[in-house]
């Protein structure tokens, strides 16, 4: 089947993102070609500022040059600009008469800056600031004339007067409204910013409006007029007055425009679905954007339709600015004006040059604007997106993150303001400079390369998300990081979590070198990362039918105890609900001095562990646990672990249920439960939690009426509330409502998952359709996992018994 | 310990069919120290030292995939080609010549 063709209009940073997207989920699917009005490749326009203010060179900012087109087959037409779209034979055809098919079309022709309707506008030397040729334009001018006037003091009118000056030019700033930045700071913000600009050499007139540009003898303009009469001598007048969406093109071909090319949340156009378009050209929900951030969201999700997947959603974005003025920082997010009905706290130091206004409203943040410092400006921005209430926090929000960071511990913001030498990562001791020094160097853009290269987030992983946010904030957010549902499982193929899954249910696959085989992997046997995760999803899908390959599990659950990093093992015999007796504690005992066991420890999961034995004694030691009656307490696997209790109405005077009775059923008939990570489980008597329920995977809470179910918790990683599931009335309903969630949980979680990071993904209302309002659905649930954990044995008995499971434990010598 | 001058010996160590495909078996008491022998899923058989070139973990224990294995300590993988890290770790543990014979492992010390 040939190749569809996609064509895009406009060779832009929004429209090539769009692009490398489809080229990574579909590489194959398109011929694509494109149509670009300036004669570069794509290159980073938000870079132009810097490249004015001679802080960085053309090259530098490039960010596909002519070679990357050639290198992916697009073919592309520069110079050239599209003037007509025939949507009946869906042909593109540009001002020179070169033509192109499309199945597909991709409008991404941007804006174009407003020049004020006033004459003298088209005076040279009257210029818009937008792309390189404008750029070049001025810094040409800057060499052999000394006046500028920018037209406009919003944020891309600032950064152009602050590169002039560095340029050289005696530069003023005519702004109409009363304060500069008026869109994105309050007043005392804008006077704050203005004050610092001053001393930096800018001038400025505000409620000042242009009239008429006059021109000079040499036919260039000379000079300013402005509504009050003011003259301003100038060579050089930049317009800055803000942009408008480019939709000629769209609009001649009768294709819905209202300031900017209307979209769906699937960015195609209303009017006609094989057309694309993402940028600064549209209009979603009545909102046009002109930040990077939103624009890369539409890409991916343009991308997403385009390579076939029909998934991706844009409803929108909530988008903060920071300003680039060399040394003055700027930072502004949602409603900052503030004034009835909000609340505001408002750090103003006149002298410092520091400005910091937080705005609250029913307890939430929904705007803050800075001046000064903005360090905690990504951490507003994080909490207006989360909602989050502040009402414990907000006698130091204005203080900032880093002194809120005791009681709150929110690691995505820290990452731009956090110093080089703060740890990232505890498990391998990798500190941001580290990271960055590798991002930089090595030319990384991955989590997973970060990974390969420092550890960073190798181990745990709880620090992955701060890793990908550095990452972020070091490549200049013009790189994509996938999110969970895309990412490949590993590097042995394209496939994610979600895909395989699916692939081993619909296909029955129930081997892995059927999946390999079916699913293309471009290993031969996987690798250390896929094998675990496919042998976990074959046998979860298909109990007892699908292959157990144990060459394929991890150490730990291969040979049923914890590899410690001298290469012995720790034994942990189960103890179930955390009760034992006299004889079971001899015989703890007697192994622990037979074999010589260094270390006896008692766990958090109410039990004993034996540490520092030899994997040649394993078998004897299960041997003799056994004959005391003592099982493996799967201390070692991604499964079932404990489910702890605490003493509950049998002795306490407060218990209100019998949870140690209820643990211990419960543990039974989880018991050699395998999962895509280990679960945890606990049982109290009483509303006084004293077994923490509520950190647990299922959290079961005894109340006068009956039980309350909680899930989803986590003590470890990432310490997380477990919520609240349910209230059932008798034991058997406390197993079936939680066995129906455990075997959602091990259909759906992608291996390494806690139930914490599956609910997180899935969603409550997700867990709760299908366990507490579809009675079908949770009967049947709690019938899969009974009949997948039927019969099922010791495993430390099997091995005992079974030479062939027996031989790994026994070491060769050169004698045999 | 070992005699750098002493002549290299074939041993016998045990059957193809003793060590697990796409596994291993860790040899004790050699003169090297503990070796794991490892059967890939061609059946082709290599031979390390028994201590991953990082913090000594034993590479016996680690998954296998292609011709190299992950050290389950901490991730590191091992080529048996040469005994060398992969990427981009860097270290190299101690390989030796293994062989097999009528489905029988021999290995040179």
Known sequence: MGKQKLVMVGNGMAGVKTLEEVLKYAPDKYAITVFGAEPHGNYNRIMLSPVLAGEMSLPEIMLNDVDWYTDHHITLYTGRKVIEIDRIRRIVRADDGTEAEYDRLLLATGSTPFILPVPGADLPGVIGYRDIADTEAMIEVARTHRQAVVIGAGLLGLEAAN??????????????????????????????????????????????????????????????????????????????????????????????????????????????????????????????????????????????????????????????????????????????????????????????????????????????????????????????????????????????????????????????????????????????????????????????????????????????????????????????????????????????????????????????????????????????????????????????????????????????????????????????????????????????????????????????????????????????????????????????????????????????????????????????????HKVKLAVSGCPRNCAESGVKDVGVIGVDSGYEIHVAGNAGIKTEVAQFLCKVETEEEVKEYSGAFLQLYREEGYYLERTVHYVDRVGMEHIKQKVLENAESRKALYARLLYTLKDEPDPWAERVKQQDLRKQFIPLTLAD | MSDTTAKLVWHHVCAVEDIPKLGARRLEETPHGPVAIFRNNEDEVFALLDRCPHKNGPLSAGIVHGRSVTCPLHNWRIQFEDGQAMEPDVGCTRHFAVKTEDGQVMIQL
């Not at chain 1, 993402?278 to 339709?305: M, T, W």
């Not at chain 1, 004034?339 to 939430?364: C, P, R, S, T, W």
């Not at chain 1, 031969?524 to 094998?531: D, E, F, I, Q, V």
């Open chain 1, 163 to 676: 590169g002039l000056v560095l340029r050289g030019m005696d530069v003023t700033v005519v702004h109409l409204a009363d304060w500069i930045m008026e869109r994105q700071l309050d007043k005392p913000a804008g006077d704050m910013l203005q004050a610092s600009l001053e001393a930096k050499g800018l001038k400025f007139f505000l409620n000042a409006q242009t009239t008429e540009l006059i021109a000079g003898e040499d036919g260039r303009v000379a000079a300013l007029k402005l509504r009050d009469g003011t003259t301003l001598p100038t060579d050089l007048v930049v317009m800055a007055a803000g942009i408008r969406p480019n939709t000629e093109l769209a609009e001649l071909a009768h294709l819905h425009c209202n300031h900017g090319i209307v979209v769906n949340d699937t960015m195609q156009s209303v009017t006609d679905p094989r057309i694309y378009s993402i940028g600064e050209c549209v209009r979603h929900r009545d909102v046009s954007y002109g930040l990077v951030a939103p624009l890369f969201e539409q890409a991916k999700v343009a991308a997403n339709h385009l390579a076939g997947f029909g998934i991706g959603l844009y409803e929108g974005s909530v988008t903060s600015t920071k300003l680039k003025v060399t040394g003055i920082e700027v930072f502004s997010v949602g409603d900052f004006a503030g004034g009835e009905g909000f609340d505001e706290i408002i750090l103003h130091d006149q002298a410092g040059g520091v400005y910091k206004k937080v705005v609250l409203k029913d307890n939430k943040v929904v705007g803050s604007v800075m001046v000064g410092d903005t360090t905690d400006g990504a951490w507003y921005l994080q909490l207006l997106r989360e909602e989050k209430d502040v009402t414990e926090i907000r006698d130091h929000l204005m203080f900032g993150q880093s002194f809120a960071q005791s009681q709150q511990k929110d690691p995505h913001s820290l990452a731009a303001s956090m110093p080089d030498t703060a740890e990232v990562c505890g498990c391998n001791g990798v500190c941001k400079g580290d990271i960055v020094r590798a991002i930089k160097e090595k030319g990384l853009t991955t989590v997973e390369d970060v990974k390969k290269h420092t550890k960073a987030a190798g181990s745990c992983g709880s620090c992955s998300g701060l890793v990908e946010q550095i990452l972020v904030s070091t490549v200049g957010g013009t790189r994509a990081v996938t999110d969970k549902h895309s990412k490949p499982i590993c590097g042995c193929t394209e496939h994610s979590h979600g895909t395989v899954r699916q692939a081993i249910r619909a296909r029955k696959l129930l081997t892995i070198p059927d999946v390999l085989h079916e699913l293309k992997w471009n290993t031969p046997n996987g690798c250390a990362t896929c094998r675990p995760a496919l042998n976990y999803y074959l046998i979860s899908t298909w109990p007892h039918e699908a292959e157990d390959d144990a060459q394929s599990r991890f150490v730990n659950e291969r040979s049923h105890a914890n590899i410690q990093k001298d290469g012995t093992y720790s034994v942990v015999p189960r103890m179930w609900g955390g009760l034992t007796t006299p004889d079971e504690l001899r015989a703890i005992a007697n192994v622990a001095e037979k074999y010589d066991i260094p270390t006896v420890k008692v766990t958090g999961g109410q039990r004993i562990d034996l540490l520092g034995a030899k994997k040649a004694d394993l078998p004897e030691i299960w041997s003799d646990l056994n004959k005391a009656g003592m099982v493996s307490g799967h201390a070692y696997g991604k499964s079932i672990r404990t489910v702890k209790t605490c003493v509950g109405a049998e002795h306490c005077r407060f218990g209100t249920q019998k949870s140690m009775d209820m643990g211990v059923k419960l543990e039974k008939m989880l018991f050699g439960m395998w999962s895509p």
